[in-house]
Nanobody
């Protein structure tokens, strides 16, 4: 399985970005989970958001209603709409996928990782 992410870039605080990721191949057959992690310089990777094939969601605590994850099961795609971006959202964002039925907030819970896309939010 390969994950190809797109949509990163440089924006100002308060603006929006939309990340997209497409998975090639079958992630988990009938059930799977797709989502996004991020890693800022000097910090550990943290869950941004994840969504199961059946629509079960999980968000990082820092999201506070600003981000929305969605997926298109027919196209094996996941999207992350990020609004009201803050400078502290600056990080490399990784698309992730797993055969798990439900999202988990653990990096070891995701078998597949994309190459990462840079999101930079200026103040």
């Amino acid at each position: 399985v390969q994950l190809q992410a797109s949509g990163g870039g440089l924006v100002q605080a308060g603006e929006s970005l939309r990340l997209s990721c497409v998975a090639s191949g079958s992630i988990g057959g009938i059930e799977d989970t797709m989502g996004w992690y991020r890693q800022a310089p000097g910090k550990q990777r943290e869950l941004v958001a994840a969504i199961s094939r059946r629509g079960v969601l999980d968000y990082g605590r820092f999201v506070e209603g600003r981000f929305t994850i969605s997926r298109d099961n027919a196209k094996n795609m996941v999207h992350l709409q990020m609004n009201s971006l803050k400078p502290e959202d600056t990080a490399v964002y990784y698309c992730v996928a797993s055969p798990n039925t439900l999202p988990v907030a653990n990096v070891k819970g995701y078998d597949y990782w994309g190459q990462g896309t840079q999101v930079t939010v200026s103040s």
